[in-house]
C-alpha cells in the first residue's frame, strides 16, 4: 500500500519569507515523489519530481523539494515567497511496484504582500 | 489538442439522473486515471486504463461508477442514478508509455453539481 499525508492544511506566509510545505509518504519499496499546484477552477500543474539521485530537486517557478528517506519525507520549499505562488498544493507518491500515483489532501499556501 | 481535454466543464443535474463525463487526453498517451476531487477530501483516485483496459479499477465507489475506453483514446466516466454525495469535480489526467515514472496530466475537470 501507499499513501501521502500533509500534515498542514493550510501556510501562511507573508511574501519575500521563505516557505515550507510538509510531506511525509509510506511506500513498501522504493517512491517516486511528486508536487503539483492547483490554481482557482484549474486542472493540477506537474511542479517537481523526485526519481532517484540527488536529494534535492528543483522544479518550476523557484521551487524545490528534498527527498529525505529516513524520516520518509518530501518538503516543498521555497527561498522566497510570492503572492503568485498563493495556491493548493498536493503532494503525491507512487511505490515502483504501482501504476497509479496517491495523492495527499492538499495544503493550502496563502503568501500575504 | 496539446493538453487533456474535459467535457463538460461543469454540469448541473438532479438527483437520480445519470451522467456521463468525457476525456479526450494527450496524443500517444497510453495511460488514463480518473480521480476525484471533493472539498476537504483531497483527489481520489478512481480507475486507470492502459489502452482501452482497467487493470485497476479498485476506486469506483460504487456500482453505480463505470468508465470505458475506446480507441486507446477517448474515455467516458459515467454515473448512474446519481446522488448528492456525487457532487465533486472529476479529474482526468493522462501519462506517456514507458519508461513512465509516473508524471500525470491533467485536465481542468468536470465539475458535477447533483442538486
Known amino acids: 500500500a501507499q499513501s501521502v499525508a500533509q500534515p498542514e492544511d493550510q501556510v501562511n506566509v507573508a511574501e519575500g519569507n521563505p516557505l515550507t510545505v510538509k510531506c511525509t509518504y509510506s511506500v513498501s519499496g522504493n517512491p517516486y515523489l511528486f508536487w503539483y499546484v492547483q490554481y482557482p477552477n484549474r486542472g493540477l500543474q506537474f511542479l517537481l519530481k523526485y526519481i532517484t539521485g540527488d536529494n534535492l530537486v528543483k522544479g518550476s517557478y523557484g521551487f524545490e523539494a528534498e527527498f529525505n528517506k529516513s524520516q520518509t519525507s518530501f518538503h516543498l520549499k521555497k527561498p522566497s515567497a510570492l503572492v503568485s505562488d498563493s495556491a493548493l498544493y498536493f503532494c503525491?507518491?507512487?511505490?515502483?511496484?504501482?501504476?497509479?500515483?496517491?495523492f495527499g489532501k492538499g495544503t493550502m499556501l496563502l503568501v500575504s504582500p | 489538442g496539446a493538453g487533456v481535454s474535459q467535457s463538460p466543464s461543469n454540469k448541473v443535474t438532479e438527483k437520480g439522473k445519470d451522467v456521463e463525463l468525457r476525456c479526450d487526453p494527450i496524443?500517444?498517451?497510453?495511460?488514463l486515471y480518473w480521480y476525484r476531487q471533493s472539498l476537504g477530501q483531497g483527489l481520489e483516485f478512481l480507475i486507470y486504463f492502459q489502452g482501452n483496459s482497467a487493470p485497476d479499477k479498485s476506486g469506483l465507489p460504487s456500482d453505480r461508477f463505470s468508465a470505458e475506453r475506446t480507441g486507446g483514446s477517448v474515455s467516458t466516466l459515467t454515473i448512474q442514478r446519481t446522488q448528492q454525495e456525487d457532487s465533486a469535480v472529476y479529474l482526468c489526467?493522462?501519462?506517456?508509455?514507458?519508461?513512465?515514472?509516473?508524471?500525470?496530466?491533467f485536465g481542468e475537470g468536470s465539475r458535477l453539481t447533483v442538486l
Open positions: 503525491a507518491v507512487r511505490d515502483r511496484g504501482y501504476s497509479t500515483l496517491t
Open positions: 496524443s500517444g498517451h497510453t495511460a
Open positions: 489526467a493522462s501519462s506517456p508509455p514507458t519508461p513512465n515514472t509516473g508524471e500525470l496530466f
